[in-house]
Nanobody
């Protein structure tokens, strides 16, 4: 069973940057797409960005963030710059076979989430 572990969250001031990582428990040479989602208090979980095994990228909701992956390290990254208070949320990574999907129910595996707080 694939396990995902997010890291890199924290408290940052508006305009600051954070780099999130999603480490997989096994080689991501398998054909998994990895998506980043976020959930703010009282809101639905929403898609941020997704990347396929071959590097195809899909951004959701005009996401300004940069997604990348290193298959040799079984890790996917989300570089977040120019952060705003409305970016405050728990960020999750999730995996599904094949192509990306905005539908969170299409993902089979989820990490535990990492808190990102943007506040002065």
């Amino acid at each position: 069973q694939l396990q995902l572990v997010e890291s890199g969250g924290g408290l940052v001031q508006p305009g600051g940057s954070l780099s999130l990582s999603c480490a997989a428990s096994e080689s991501t040479s398998d054909d998994y797409a990895i998506g980043w989602f976020r959930q703010a208090p009282g809101k639905e979980r929403e898609g941020v960005s997704c990347i396929t095994h071959s590097g195809g990228i899909t951004h959701y909701a005009d996401s300004p963030f940069t997604i990348s992956r290193d298959n040799a390290k079984s890790t996917v990254y989300l570089q977040m710059n120019s952060l705003k208070p409305e970016d405050t949320a728990v960020y999750y990574c999730a995996a599904r076979p094949g192509f990306c999907s905005y539908n969170r129910y299409a993902y089979d595996y989820w990490g535990q989430g990492t808190q990102v707080t943007v506040s002065s």
